[in-house]
């Protein structure tokens, strides 16, 4: 058993009298006020602030954030035919590996993968190596035939198909299934206004889901695919952006709608990258920017629905991995309290991923993060990690 003692302690949802957690065999076992007992040793950390692990509910590992990462993992089929399956699997097992180190530097614990090429993630998970953030999977999203994502092999068509994919996700050991209920902004020739399935495709795959005792969550940016999925029954949704030719749309109707579901606004950038006027074009005419995404997530939060927190992390210069610090940061610029923001990216994501983290009180998995200051007051102090541990064990790169 070991005791972390600081001068404040966040639990996941609110700042605790206490300023002590005690740890042992992975969990922890006790939350107190300098009640430590004479044979556990004490690491003093003043100064600073406890708090979960951080919790990132939307990640792309097998993307390695570099300029049209996700176009370069359609061509894998090339790449497995040219250098060979086995290559092509070492290669992606090299950038998810990466890519989690990048989020454990940044105090992120577990993440949610909700997009690979042909379950790459799913995959390389049986033969995960240890010390690494966990992490909770989708495999390939579903999306229709030439639909937002198409290269990475998840395209189909009708009701049959569709619960096909569902349960052979499931039997790959997805966690999650991923539905692209709309077009993309990275995907040409997809409409970011427009729904991508009926009514009924949409609801058969919540239906198979729901059979097989999986979540479901629907990427959507259009306001009529945002709706759809919510009168189908998702459990989640991603973006969340209720774009309209009109701009951002989002009404009281929508929001007693979304009630009970999980919605990840999946702001935050590297603001230094210089984006290319090519993307910027891209994403203009997709209807998506920056101030859209913030007004949706505040009206959101305003009306009540449950936020997680989600960077898109991996997908291109400007969203790297280890990027949730300023996701929860734009959260707070958007206008979300800071301490709304840290349940989004804590409890709230625990919850919404089903797994045992993202609070501090006894038999929650013990990853945590420590950083200075109070981050209630400052979410900036959250991109300044003084130590991070991970089921119990610290894993502060270079610590």
């Not at 922890?28 to 602030?49: E, F, K």
């Not at 729901?210 to 991603?238: K, S």
Request: aromatic letters at 2%.
């Amino acid at each position: 058993m070991i005791a972390l003692r600081a001068d404040r302690i966040f639990d996941g949802e609110q700042l605790l009298d206490e300023n002590v957690v005690l740890l042992d065999d992975c969990k922890v076992v006790a939350v107190t006020r300098d009640d430590v007992p004479p044979d556990v040793p004490v690491r003093d950390l003043p100064g600073t602030t406890i708090l979960p692990g951080l919790i990132d509910a939307h990640v792309h590992l097998t993307a390695d954030a570099g300029p049209g990462a996700l176009d370069r993992l359609g061509s894998l089929r090339i790449a497995a035919e040219t250098a060979g399956l086995a290559a092509t699997r070492r290669a992606l097992a090299a950038t998810i590996e990466q890519s989690l180190r990048r989020h454990l530097a940044a105090g992120v614990t577990t993440v949610r993968d909700l997009g690979d090429p042909f379950d790459a993630v799913l995959k390389w998970r049986k033969q995960a190596p240890a010390s690494l953030p966990a992490v909770v999977a989708s495999g390939t999203p579903l999306t229709r035939k030439g639909g937002h994502c198409w290269s990475l092999g998840g395209e189909v068509t009708g009701v049959d198909e569709i619960r096909a994919a569902v349960r052979a996700r499931a039997e790959n050991g997805a966690d999650v299934i991923k539905i692209m209920a709309s077009g993309g902004a990275f995907t040409p020739g997809t409409d970011t206004m427009s729904p991508q399935f009926t009514d009924d495709e949409l609801a058969a795959a919540v239906a198979e889901a729901r059979a097989i005792g999986l979540p479901i969550t629907a990427h959507a940016h259009a306001l009529a695919a945002v709706r759809q999925a919510a009168e189908m029954g998702v459990d989640g949704i991603e973006h969340c952006t209720c774009l309209t030719p009109d701009g951002v749309v989002i009404d009281n109707e929508l929001l007693t709608a979304l009630d009970g579901i999980a919605v990840c606004g999946t702001l935050g950038s590297d603001r230094s990258i210089v984006v290319p006027p090519h993307i910027l074009e891209m994403v203009a005419k997709a209807g998506i920017s920056e101030a859209g995404l913030q007004q949706a997530v505040r009206r959101l939060y305003d009306g009540g629905v449950r936020i997680i927190a989600g960077s898109d992390g991996g997908i291109g210069p400007a969203k790297p991995h280890g990027l949730l610090p300023a996701t929860l940061a734009e959260y707070v610029e958007a206008g979300l309290p800071p301490t709304a923001a840290l349940v989004a990216g804590t409890s709230s994501a625990a919850d919404a991923l089903r797994v045992n983290k993202g609070r501090i009180r006894p038999g929650a998995d013990a990853d945590l993060l420590v950083v200075p200051g109070d981050p209630t007051r400052d979410i900036t102090t959250l991109a300044r990690p003084t130590v991070v541990y991970l089921a119990g064990w610290e894993v502060t790169p270079g610590g």
